[in-house]
């Protein structure tokens, strides 16, 4: 799929799914990507709000993106993965749950970072509709060097309630890439 192919098929999903401005301050109005960002489990790609089962999400994704058109040989990312709807989409009150954060990744087939926070597979209940996650690719300024301690703990109640957009914000990193995936339990029915 083309970039431009891409980008308003990222644009018609994120509107439909709820996940521009106002429920989502981490996508900027208007965004437009400046690189694919592709996540995959096992042989699953994520596509753009495609359904897993927490069976299918034990193990962190193989993450891969392409280099920016005018990006230099240097230029590291920091990957986001976080849920707006926890604990359940109608009582979202712990968003945004911080599973996995990775810093100085560089564009790969299979881009291999720094862990921040370890990954922590989606695990919504059978009882919960489906949760929508976010894979954000943000480009670090040059010299950005994160800690573990710059994001927070491993801890279960301390990935609650993170200040992604504020977070983001306050080390200046820029986003240039979006995926998302709809979530729900092995045992869940529509």
Same mark, same amino acid.
């Given at each position: 799929?083309? %970039?431009?192919?891409? =980008?308003?098929?990222?644009?018609? =999903?994120?509107?439909?799914?709820?996940?521009?401005?106002?429920?989502?301050? %981490?996508?900027?109005?208007?965004? @437009?990507?400046?690189?694919?960002?592709?996540? =995959?489990?096992?042989? @699953?790609?994520?596509?753009?709000?495609? !359904?897993?089962?927490?069976?299918?999400? #034990?193990?962190?994704? =193989?993450?891969?993106?392409?280099?920016?058109?005018?990006? /230099?040989?240097?230029? /590291?990312? /920091?990957?986001?993965? $976080?849920?707006?709807?926890?604990?359940?989409?109608?009582?979202?009150?712990?968003?945004?749950?911080?599973?996995?954060?990775?810093?100085?990744?560089?564009?790969?087939?299979?881009?291999?970072? #720094?862990?921040?926070?370890?990954? !922590?597979?989606?695990?919504?209940?059978?009882?919960?509709?489906?949760?929508?996650? !976010?894979?954000?690719?943000?480009?670090?300024?040059?010299?950005?060097?994160?800690?573990?301690?710059?994001?927070?703990?491993?801890?279960?109640?301390?990935?609650?309630?993170?200040?992604?957009?504020?977070? /983001?914000?306050?080390?200046?990193?820029? %986003?240039?890439? $979006?995926?998302?995936?709809?979530?729900?339990?092995?045992?869940?029915?529509?």
């Amino acid at each position: 799929m083309s %970039l431009q192919a891409h =980008t308003e098929a990222l644009a018609s =999903t994120l509107a439909a799914a709820k996940l521009v401005p106002g429920s989502a301050p %981490l996508i900027p109005d208007g965004f @437009k990507p400046t690189t694919e960002l592709r996540a =995959t489990f096992a042989e @699953k790609a994520v596509a753009l709000g495609n !359904l897993f089962r927490v069976s299918e999400v #034990k193990a962190a994704p =193989t993450i891969s993106f392409a280099k920016e058109g005018n990006a /230099t040989e240097s230029q /590291t990312y /920091t990957l986001l993965l $976080v849920d707006p709807d926890a604990p359940t989409p109608d009582d979202p009150k712990f968003a945004y749950w911080r599973h996995w954060v990775v810093s100085r990744l560089k564009p790969a087939e299979s881009a291999e970072g #720094k862990v921040l926070t370890e990954y !922590l597979g989606p695990g919504p209940k059978d009882d919960s509709r489906p949760h929508r996650y !976010l894979f954000l690719l943000f480009r670090e300024p040059e010299g950005l060097a994160l800690e573990k301690e710059d994001v927070g703990g491993e801890e279960f109640v301390q990935r609650r309630s993170f200040q992604a957009a504020e977070w /983001t914000a306050r080390h200046g990193l820029a %986003l240039v890439g $979006v995926n998302w995936m709809r979530g729900a339990g092995d045992g869940w029915t529509e």
